[in-house]
């Protein structure tokens, strides 16, 4: 039997009064590719700060074991050194941080160009530019996914990567996704896209804090489309909060 | 050691090479106190400089239609721990001239000096100065540093400071810059300052954009920890049609630190346009999270947003 590389138990995290999370189970295995798919306001991105331990996302109750250690004990440095690291959805801007420093973080003897070259981005023309506000939002998108990438992370959360992204790249972030499998790594993935949700191993559909279902890409796809939930649309979804 | 050694040992700490002083084909003039230690100038460059018992004074004149090649040193400073320096300068760069001046502020020892500069810059019509001024100031926070300008750009003329105190304290800086902007001519000013323990900085820049289609911009970094203290001025007034104007300024508080930020806009004209932004407070939380997603402690992430922003 495989152990799961993360594996969440009841997990729940509440903002006041409400629960954002709901007494959560999922796993993630190595070199998996998971989808996770969920309306807004689900519960995604919180689950993803949770996770990576951004500030303010302590969870209330519930376990999560990644490759056999307690992440909710760890500080957010010490998840990423344990392999696990987050691209946001709106990456940050950083003034005066060049692209190639930002590829190198910590790993000053790693070359930068490769990951570049990977995300579609000519290295001569990138390199030596700034991951500022003169970046267009596609190119930071791609910034972010090369430093990822470049990070070699064992599970790599991924929160709307292709957000942005033009019809024509797309296959482009399909690639990099499965670069990041094809590397030894994990992915969740999170997206609203179905094109890039189907190019994974596993989904699982969240709806109040709450996996309500999983399985395979094109199931969960259609799941999420035939049903609808109090937090989706205002009709009834088969989860019913205890 | 002689005071001319001591300084260009300390050349370094503001990005200068010490051989700069040798080379005959960069002018320069180095003034220790009240003192010119070294001179020299070039084709088309006039450097008239004084002593007297209380000033330096002098006058550096760039004439019409010369583009100077080499930068131009100005190194200023005392290299002992007491002491007052008083410059009084005139700058101009003639119809059609370009230049650029490096000024070094060098005050590695001081413990209770005094630096005050009153300068008068006048960039002629299509003529261009690119101004950087780098100080530093040792590490016992014993400066008090007033350089004072006044700037008139004419027509069609562009001028570009970038001020820039990163390592040593600071002491008690107070800088107050008008500028007076003429047809389409433009001004950028920039300032980077990092700031410690008890240092104090008083910074005020005005961009008077008189002319039309003038332009100005005002870009403040500033970062304070410890008990520093930071009050940052920017001013820019547009009287004339299709004057465009932009005030920018950041300031990241560590520690026990206080800043204060006042951008003051003022617009004389319907088709004129000046814009504004200000941030104060610490590290951005969303720059930080990224960087310790991947990998860097709080510490690092924080060194390394701050040298990016003063960079």
């Known amino acids: 039997m495989i152990l799961p590389l993360l594996d969440i138990r009841d997990l729940t995290f509440a903002a006041g009064n409400q629960k954002i999370l709901d007494r959560l189970d999922l796993t993630i295995h190595p070199r998996e590719i998971h989808a996770l798919l969920g309306a807004n306001g689900s519960g995604k991105t919180t689950l993803a700060y949770l996770l990576m331990g951004c500030e303010g996302y302590a969870s209330t109750s519930g376990t999560v074991l990644f490759k056999g250690a307690d992440l909710l004990s760890l500080k957010m440095h010490e998840r990423a050194k344990l392999g696990l690291t987050l691209a946001w959805q709106e990456p940050a801007r950083f003034e005066g941080i060049t692209v190639r420093e930002y590829l190198t973080l910590g790993r000053s003897e790693s070359d930068p160009k490769p990951v570049l070259v990977q995300v579609g981005l000519d290295p001569d023309r990138y390199l030596n530019r700034r991951v500022d506000k003169a970046l267009s939002g596609g190119e930071r998108h791609r910034i972010e996914l090369a430093s990822v990438l470049s990070m070699k992370p064992t599970l790599a959360i991924l929160d709307e990567p292709a957000a942005g992204i033009d019809m024509l790249s797309m296959n482009h972030i399909i690639d990099i996704i499965r670069a990041l499998k094809a590397a030894g790594g994990s992915v969740l993935l999170i997206t609203h896209q179905e094109e890039v949700a189907l190019i994974a191993d596993r989904a699982s559909q969240l709806c109040a804090g709450h996996i309500i279902f999983s399985g395979s890409p094109r199931e969960a796809v259609a799941h999420f489309r035939g049903r609808t939930c109090v937090r989706c649309d205002g009709e009834v979804c088969n989860y019913v909060r205890p | 050691m002689s005071d001319l050694d001591d300084l260009r040992r300390t050349l370094p700490m503001v990005g200068a090479e010490p051989s700069i002083l040798d080379d005959t084909s960069i002018a320069h003039v180095v003034a ?22 209380d000033a330096i004074v002098g006058k550096l004149i760039v004439e019409a239609g010369v583009q100077i090649a080499q930068p131009i040193h100005m190194c200023f400073g005392l290299a002992h721990p007491t002491g007052v320096q008083q410059i009084t300068i005139d700058v101009q760069i003639c119809e059609g001239a370009q230049a650029r001046v490096l000024s070094h502020c060098l005050f590695p020892l001081a413990q209770a000096a005094e630096h005050r500069m009153q300068a008068v810059m006048e960039i002629g019509p299509g003529a261009s100065l690119i101004y950087t001024e780098g100080h530093y100031h040792g590490p016992h926070g014993g400066m008090q540093v007033l350089p004072h300008a006044t700037i008139k750009i004419g027509k069609g003329a562009r001028y570009f400071s970038d001020f820039s105190l990163l390592s040593g304290s600071v002491g008690n800086l107070d800088i107050d810059y008008l500028v007076e902007v003429e047809e389409e001519g433009i001004a950028e000013l920039s300032a980077k300052i990092f700031a410690h323990k ?17 332009r100005g911009l005002i870009k403040t970094r500033v970062v304070l920890d410890g008990e520093a203290r930071a009050e940052i001025t920017g001013i820019t007034e547009a009287h004339a049609k299709g ?4 005030v920018d300024c950041m300031e990241i508080v560590q520690g026990q630190a206080q800043a204060s930020a006042i951008p003051i806009v003022r617009v004389f ?12 407070g610490s590290v951005d939380k969303k720059e930080l999270e990224t960087l310790m997603a991947r990998g860097l402690t709080p510490e690092q992430a924080v060194e390394m947003i701050v040298s990016g922003i003063l960079r």
């Open chain 2, 198 to 214: 008890t240092d104090h900085i008083t910074l005020k820049e005005a961009v008077m954009l008189r002319g039309e289609r003038s």
């Open chain 2, 32 to 53: 220790h106190g009240h003192h010119i230690l070294s001179r020299r100038t070039v084709p088309g460059l006039r450097v008239e400089m004084e002593e007297t018992p």
């Open chain 2, 269 to 280: 004209h319907p088709e004129a346009k000046v814009t504004h932004e200000a941030a104060i």
């Open chain 2, 243 to 246: 004057a465009r104007g932009h």
